[in-house]
């Protein structure tokens, strides 16, 4: 699943036009590397969300297509 599509699906950023702009301004970075809308998500990868000052970290652990809304922190971990 493309991380912008992720991003949206798991409620980290409401829109998914939101989170296509962040990755092409370099503010989502996964393992530490800055990654393209396009990048594919995978299990077990850890996604950096920056934000002006704050940095949030998450840890990647299932991926699906529709969650409901109760059910999406199960896709993530903070770290």
């Not at 962040?22 to 299990?43: E, L």
């Not at 000052?53 to 199960?74: F, P």
């Amino acid at each position: 699943m493309r991380i912008d599509k992720y991003l949206k699906v798991s409620r980290l950023i409401k829109r998914r036009s939101v989170a296509n702009e962040a990755c092409d301004s370099g503010r989502i970075a996964v393992n530490g590397r800055p990654v393209k809308a396009s990048y594919d998500v995978k299990p077990g990868d850890v996604i950096e969300i920056t934000f002006g000052e704050r940095v949030s970290r998450y840890e990647v652990t299932a991926i699906a297509e529709h969650v409901l809304k109760g059910d999406a922190a199960s896709l993530y971990k903070p770290l």
